[in-house]
């Protein structure tokens, strides 16, 4: 049976041109994107009210509280501008919040973190979904955030900055930017997202550090290249890094 008739009871409810389905309670949005992804509906979000193991990028947990966003994103891409993924969803969280606040203090932060007076507000999960499909998981925080001291880096939520909104208005208006921001890409390629990007990355041309599982790295941030990936100025060599930790010194 597939996926959708099996959640027969889930309303489709149209954003735009997205599908959305919200659920009341999954493991991972990701997840349950991914098994939509066999029903072949391109353009598909799928959101929950509670979600009890949300996962982070490389291994880390996502501390999902309930009144916050997650929401995942199922679109056919090839495969050759995965890359560019994380850029355009982060940007648009950016943007977002700028349509919100245009006084907030928001940064970038390689390769899709949000910051805002620098903490870490969204994150974005990208994996593979069936066949064309990838799968880009965003958790905004809302109304709460973890406060755990041993946390990679600290949070916050919208409503410590005066931003009173709801998981569904937030969705609408992400959707919206976002949708303008993928047509950007598919009319003028990736060098407009990308400058869009490095004018609010934190910490461009300053020295920063990479972690990786066993080792980490220092350098200067110069920029990324056309696939998206960092480059890190060392000793006068320039360094392409895939994949990673950033953090700021
Ligand atoms: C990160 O910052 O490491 C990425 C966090 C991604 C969290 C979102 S919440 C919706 C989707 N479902 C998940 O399990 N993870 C992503």
Redesign the pocket.
Known sequence: MSYLKNKINTKVNYIEDWACFELEEVG???DEAKAMSKDDIDKLVVTAKR?LS????RG?E?V?MEGNL???FALKIDPRHIGVLSFIFSLSIFDMLKRFDSELDIKLKWPN?VLVYNRKIS???IEKGEGEYFIV???INIVNYPKNVNLKYDATCLKNINIQKDRNEILREYINILNRNLEQWKNFGFEKIKDNWLKNAKNLGQEIVVKFDNNEIKGIFIGVDENGYLLLEKNGQVEKIYAGDVFYI
């Open positions: 991972s949005t990701n979600q949300g996962r982070g990028r880390h996502w999902s997650f929401a995942s973190d994150g974005i999960l998981g965003i958790g």
